[in-house]
Nanobody, 125 residues
């Protein structure tokens, strides 16, 4: 089992940047593919980005490509989401998640085994 805690959310103006962090504890961090998801009010949770256990492979949702970067530091048991050129439509609660399947980068929330509590990101226009 792994415990996940997100941090780094906040209020930012459109065009600004934030870096989210997700610290993991429990089983070895490198045993998991990691993902970021987000959920806006009244909407379903949606995929944002995922990264393989080694950090060598990443995948992004189309609307964040070129603006967001997912990375991980296995020595620090932490995954990051660098968000640049933020838009009001990026406003949501952002969640990190861990997937014990190492062979694929899943984009479906149901494929992830563990979730953090979420951190709010608000982008003002």
């Amino acid at each position: 089992q792994v415990h996940l805690v997100e941090s780094g959310g906040g209020l930012v103006q459109a065009g600004g940047s934030l870096r989210l962090s997700c610290a993991a504890s429990g089983r070895p961090f490198s045993s998991y593919t990691m993902g970021w998801f987000r959920q806006a009010p009244g909407k379903e949770r949606e995929f944002v980005a995922a990264i393989s256990w080694s950090g060598g492979r990443t995948v992004y949702e189309d609307s964040v490509k070129g603006r967001f970067t997912i990375s991980r530091d296995n020595a620090k048991n932490t995954v990051y989401l660098q968000m640049n050129s933020l838009k009001p439509e990026d406003t949501a609660v952002y969640y990190c998640a861990a997937d014990s399947r190492l062979t694929v980068l899943n984009v479906k929330s149901g494929e992830y085994d563990y979730w953090g509590q979420g951190t709010q990101v608000t982008v003002s226009s």
